[in-house]
């Protein structure tokens, strides 16, 4: 007798079809095999089943018994497919009907692994089953109570779709048993209520408030246009003088997810197992700081299995690289490629892996190894040498560089009174309003392109002038001169103009403060 299942495997953060067949033949010996490159996870989930169906009081086959995965060329790995082989092998004894008065499984995708006693525990990537599930016309997901709140965010996406009348249902259960009573019938479906993500979008409180930071109101702007247009920020001066609480306080302007990119950050951590249990939604954007002392795929992500790595973790969020040379010059170099195009691919010999990366990148720094620079020539060449550390095309990725200088003690002294997060986050909302109105969704300043720039950048005479003095003296590269009318755009928004004039374009060179040191 044969039963198929529907499942899926992940390859990187998407999900792909699977179908768990299952043969049995009840007068052949008892043995039980299972094919379709699976990991040892997966062929350990023979023994998980027969233990989690006998504890349940089922039945187990007796006899041969084939498992196939297919499509049998993708390598399967994880315990995800525990709950999709035990129900086939009830299916082939009888135990749940194909047309029965229950669940119709046949219209279901189904994952968990299995406890020995027939508990059901959350594997990653059932959200991105259920958006397999959506787009491939089933009426839903059956999965571990624990992943139903990620499922459910996509049963909201879909919700919110207009003319969608068919509803997709997410189905949590806790254990082997309780999925045998949906699909005969003895228990009737309670699918889990889909998310109202707009409801839970809201813009985080930031840990630290910028009132809180003095004496860098400079260090201040630049934040705000790093926010408003999406740009790369390095912030160089003495140890303490504020960098790390900028970084901290950054979230705090920076404009909520929109749905879609909640669900797309939520689709990573869910495949990278990071999502907590019982949360089904990233709110807030990530703000990621990995230590210096990270590898390459640590960062970039890797791995014999590709996983994703901080800048994917990143996503539509914060990527905080602290103390910027003292990371491993290999490590910074992996980098260069997805700060402009904004994904990552991992190779491998099986296939290759992409990985989204649209993230910030803020960066701090001493201007030395010592934290300070030493007066005259000696103190000179040994921030060059330091500064050596990080080449030049990894800085001519970084739009803004911003100088932090050792904060005096009137203004230590003295109450807050510099400008407040609430504050700069209506700057930066109010320029992203001008952007998406002029744009479209989603096309922050740091993403246009030449062809873009020419069409929503607009120089006068007076600012071009200015842009070709400041190309020729510094020697700017080509990347520079784009990146230096993006900042522009983003001040004139700021200010409210349309057209980038020399005030806004000389602002935006003084913002390459590397370009002229170096």
């Given at each position: ?256 997810m929109s749905p879609d990119e909640a669900i797309e950050t939520t689709r990573i951590y869910s495949a ?247």
């Open positions: 007798m044969l039963a198929r299942v529907h499942s899926m495997l992940l390859s990187g953060i998407d999900a792909v079809g699977c179908e768990v067949e299952v043969d049995f033949d009840s007068v052949g010996l008892d043995r039980q095999a299972i094919v379709g490159l699976p990991d040892a996870a997966v062929r350990e989930s023979l023994d998980r089943v027969h233990s989690a169906i006998g504890n349940s009081g089922l039945p187990f086959p007796f006899g041969r018994t084939l498992i196939n995965l297919a499509p049998a060329d993708l390598r399967k790995e994880g315990p995800l497919y525990d709950l999709p082989i035990a129900v086939a092998m009830l299916l082939v004894q009888g135990v749940v009907m194909d047309d029965g008065p229950g669940l119709d499984h046949r219209r279901y995708l189904f994952a968990g692994e299995l406890a020995l006693d027939g508990r059901l525990r959350p594997v990653p990537g059932c959200l991105a089953m259920a958006s397999l599930a959506a787009a491939e016309g089933f009426a839903g997901v059956v999965v571990p109570a624990a992943n139903a709140p990620e499922a459910a965010a996509v049963a909201g996406r879909i919700a919110m779709q207009p003319g969608r009348d068919q509803p997709f249902d997410v189905i949590g259960v806790r254990t082997l048993c309780e999925v045998v009573g949906l699909l005969t019938g003895s228990i009737e479906p309670d699918p889990v209520p889909p998310m109202d993500i707009a409801g839970q979008l809201a813009s985080g409180e930031a840990s630290v408030d910028f009132a809180e930071i003095k004496g860098q109101e400079p260090v201040k702007r630049a934040a705000v246009i790093a926010a408003s247009g999406g740009h790369n920020l390095l912030m160089l001066g003495p140890a303490g003088t504020g960098k790390t609480m900028v970084a901290r306080a950054l979230p705090g302007i920076l404009p909520p990278a197992g990071r999502l907590p249990a019982g949360e089904g939604l990233v709110r807030e954007r990530p703000v990621r700081t990995p230590h210096h002392t990270a590898s390459s795929p640590a960062i970039v992500g890797g791995g014999a299995v590709p996983r994703p790595g901080e800048i994917s973790l990143a996503h539509h969020g914060v990527l905080f690289l602290d103390e910027l040379p003292e990371f491993h010059k290999s490590v910074l170099e992996t980098l260069r490629q997805p700060t402009e195009d904004h994904v990552v691919t991992i190779a491998r010999a099986s296939g290759s892996v992409r990985f989204p990366a649209d993230f910030m990148l803020i960066a701090a720094m001493n201007p030395t190894p010592r934290g300070d620079v030493a007066p005259g020539e000696v103190g000179r060449r040994e921030m060059e040498r330091y500064l050596g550390r990080i080449s030049g095309p990894m800085l001519d990725r970084i739009d803004l560089h911003v100088e932090a200088p050792r904060v005096p003690w009137s203004d230590l002294a003295e109450a807050p009174t510099g400008t407040d997060t609430a504050a700069m986050r209506q700057q930066v909302l109010s320029a992203r309003d001008r952007q998406r109105a002029r744009q479209g969704s989603g096309l922050v300043n740091a993403r246009l392109s030449g062809r873009q720039l020419d069409q929503h950048a607009p120089i006068t005479e007076a600012g071009m002038l200015l842009l070709r003095q400041a190309m020729t003296e510094l020697g700017l590269s080509a990347r520079a001169y784009d990146k230096l009318r993006r900042i522009a755009r983003t001040i004139a928004d700021l200010d409210g103009l349309e057209a980038i004039d020399a005030p806004q374009l000389a602002e935006a060179v003084q913002y390459r403060l590397l370009d002229r040191r170096l």
